[in-house]
């Protein structure tokens, strides 16, 4: 499939979303985040990839919106109405995919572009690489939902103190605050993405599906309401193909072979 500004493409059960304008960073414009909606809609609905790397081609994973793509005057409701159903939409079709997302930072993620990232289920993040809120900058305050995450990670004192200072936070930094999960090479960084993202291919998909809905709704949500949501999830998996086949594997001594189908597949 063929896109302006992104690269899609498929290896074994792995897709692999590489954005694409390297010249600028993969800097964010309007036909980048049309061909994210679409090629995230695709794989949504396409049940032999089971697990998903986001990059970028070039030195940067992403920088942003690009700040020359804007054409025409805009009024604060056409800004509000972007962000929310579109740069929105993104972020939620990300959390919302049915299989593990792994972000692969090959490089500078700043701006916007830290909505996708973190966005993401796994965060595999180059030693060279790093995370700006760049918004302070140019006098603006974050979106795309990087304020969110950044605060449920780093809490609402330590996220005001990296906003309002627009400061780079190097890799190294970045695992000790816990917003990437490991630090690689970075000739090695797509190597381990892959090679972790074929691990999650062949594991239980409907569960890493249950666990991230589990926990997104957590975050938000009392203990006793999430007791209820790890009860429906649950319920789908123990009755799925793939638990059965854990089973019997456990029962048998064997390692198991999963399909990635619950109840509900």
Same mark, same amino acid.
């Given at each position: 499939?063929?896109?302006k500004?992104?690269?899609?493409? #498929?290896?074994?059960? #792995?897709?692999?979303?590489?954005? *694409?304008?390297?010249?600028?960073? *993969? ?20 049940? /032999?990839v089971?697990?998903?790397i986001?990059?970028?081609?070039g ?8 700040l ?8 604060p ?8 159903? #579109? ?13 593990p997302?792994? /972000? ?12 996708? /990232? ?6 595999i993040?180059a ?9 302070i900058?140019?006098a603006?305050?974050?979106?795309a ?8 990670a780093?809490?609402?004192?330590? /996220? ?5 200072g627009?400061?780079?936070i ?13 630090? #690689?090479?970075v000739d090695q ?8 993202? +074929?691990k ?6 409907a569960?890493?599906v249950?666990?991230?809905?589990i ?5 938000t ?15 789908l998996?123990?009755?799925g193909?793939? *638990?059965?086949?854990?089973? +019997?594997a ?5 390692k ?6 619950g109840?509900?597949?």
């Amino acid at each position: 499939m063929e896109y302006k500004t992104i690269e899609y493409s #498929v290896e074994g059960k #792995v897709g692999i979303i590489r954005l *694409n304008r390297p010249d600028k960073y *993969n800097a964010i414009t309007q036909q980048l985040k049309l061909d994210m909606l679409d090629v995230l809609g695709v794989i949504q609905n396409d049940k /032999a990839v089971r697990a998903v790397i986001l990059t970028g081609n070039g030195k940067g994973f992403c920088a942003g919106a690009d700040l020359t793509s804007f054409a025409g005057a805009m009024t604060p409701n056409d800004v509000e109405n972007d962000l929310n159903m #579109v740069y929105g939409n993104i972020i939620k079709r990300i959390i919302g995919l049915n299989k593990p997302v792994i /972000a692969a930072i090959n490089g500078p993620v700043a701006g916007a572009g830290l909505g996708f /990232a973190l966005a993401c289920d796994f965060l595999i993040m180059a030693d060279t690489a790093s995370m700006r809120y760049a918004f302070i900058n140019i006098a603006l305050a974050p979106d795309a939902g990087s304020s969110w995450f950044l605060t449920r990670a780093v809490g609402y004192h330590k /996220a005001m103190e990296i906003i309002c200072g627009g400061d780079k936070i190097p890799a190294e930094e970045c695992k000790r605050l816990g917003l990437v999960s490991k630090v #690689v090479p970075v000739d090695q960084i797509m190597a381990e993405s892959m090679t972790f993202a +074929q691990k999650m291919a062949d594991g239980p998909t409907a569960a890493y599906v249950s666990t991230k809905k589990i926990l997104r709704y957590g975050v938000t949500h009392g203990l006793s309401e999430s007791i209820d949501k790890e009860s429906e999830q649950q319920a789908l998996n123990i009755l799925g193909a793939d *638990n059965m086949e854990g089973v +019997q594997a456990f029962l048998q001594k064997r390692k198991p072979e999963f399909k990635g189908i619950g109840y509900t597949d």
